[in-house]
């Protein structure tokens, strides 16, 4: 009995332990980054960067471009899929601006779900939806999120781990075991919405669970916007034919979960030093400075700046609609003040 009661007071003493330690990983994570970035980067010439920056390819940057707007346009349609799923009455063109606004806001912001969805809160609020059946969205958005993810890293880790995998011979083993875990998981998900029948509880809300062929949707979309997304970088690359695609694509699922581990927002600085860490002694390390820079920009500063504009011309469409309803109801209750008066004289 007594053993029974330690064990149990030792494994109540290792959760607290463990609560406490877990929010300090995403910080330290983004410190380590920045003192490799730092000792990477010391001494690096940034006007050589700039000026690299400056002879990129134009076929390479526009070919980066059109992905990057194809990579948004594949992410309307994740929203489409949640928005389905809860019976929305919306059409595609408000779903899409949604989509576009909170994706962006949310990774440039981070905190995805805190970031995104008050975006999505605030606006789909605006059109009518109820908190229910917005709460829904962001749930089913973020499990799609992870489903692709895990899909795409699974698939690529087990296969065939990526290149500069393979030349750490040691490495070669742990990713595909991590690729396989991964996959297990997904199959696990579906042994889990095959069994569950009863709508889950999150908070006050009812959710249910979606079937398997809802589920196979979220993943082939999903794990596009992760492909499009690593060809929006190898784009850039490409124009020095300096690594393949699925070279491209390894290094950039480790960098997105180190990026998403530290909850920096677009795992600012964490993704850059992986790229960095791992590449610096095959690329010159201000073209590989240059790309990341540049990529940065496409991907998430361009998009970011024209879903802040939208977002701003929302808000302002809706005060002003706003205060020309409080306009007109002022007016109807002054000309009704007015008319009471004058009925009251003439009553006298």
């Not at 990477?40 to 940034?46: E, Y």
């Not at 920056?53 to 940057?61: H, I, K």
């Not at 949310?106 to 999505?120: L, P």
Request: proline residues 3%; glycine residues 8%.
């Amino acid at each position: 009995m007594s053993v029974q009661l330690l064990s149990r007071e030792t494994f109540r003493k290792a959760s607290r332990k463990l609560k406490r330690a877990i929010p300090m990983i995403g910080p330290v994570v983004f410190f380590v980054s920045i003192v490799v970035l730092y000792r990477q980067l010391r001494g690096l010439d940034f006007q050589l960067v700039f000026h690299t920056m400056g002879t990129m390819s134009a076929p390479a940057l526009f070919f980066a471009a059109g992905l990057t707007v194809l990579a948004y346009i594949n992410l309307t349609f994740v929203e489409l899929l949640s928005n389905v799923r809860v019976s929305s009455n919306l059409g595609y063109k408000r779903i899409g601006l949604v989509s576009f606004v909170a994706y962006c806001f949310s990774k440039n912001i981070g905190f995805s779900v805190i970031s995104g969805g008050a975006v999505r809160l605030r606006l789909y609020r605006e059109w009518g939806q109820d908190f229910g059946n917005i709460t829904k969205i962001i749930i089913l958005n973020y499990i799609s999120f992870w489903l692709g993810l895990f899909f795409v890293t699974g698939m690529a880790f087990a296969v065939s781990p990526p290149t500069f995998v393979r030349e750490l011979d040691l490495l070669t083993g742990t990713f595909r075991v991590f690729g396989v875990l991964l996959l297990l998981l997904i199959g696990g998900y579906f042994l889990l919405i095959k069994k569950i029948k009863r709508p889950l509880k999150i908070g006050t809300v009812p959710l249910q669970l979606p079937n398997a062929r809802f589920t196979m949707w979220q993943i082939v979309v999903s794990s596009a916007d992760w492909l499009i997304t690593a060809g929006v970088l190898y784009a850039v690359f490409s124009g020095h034919n300096v690594m393949s695609f699925y070279e491209t694509l390894g290094i950039f699922l480790v960098a997105q979960f180190a990026g998403l581990t530290s909850q920096v927002p677009g795992g600012m600085g964490v993704f850059e030093a992986l790229f960095v860490v791992i590449l610096s002694e095959r690329i010159e390390k201000a073209y590989l400075v240059a790309v990341l820079l540049t990529y940065r920009i496409l991907f998430f500063f361009i998009p970011f700046a024209v879903a802040a504009a939208a977002f701003g011309i929302i808000e302002y469409t809706h005060n002003k609609h706003l205060k020309e309803i409080l306009s007109r109801a002022k007016d109807r209750n002054q000309k009704a003040d007015l008319q009471t008066e004058g009925n009251d004289k003439n009553s006298k």
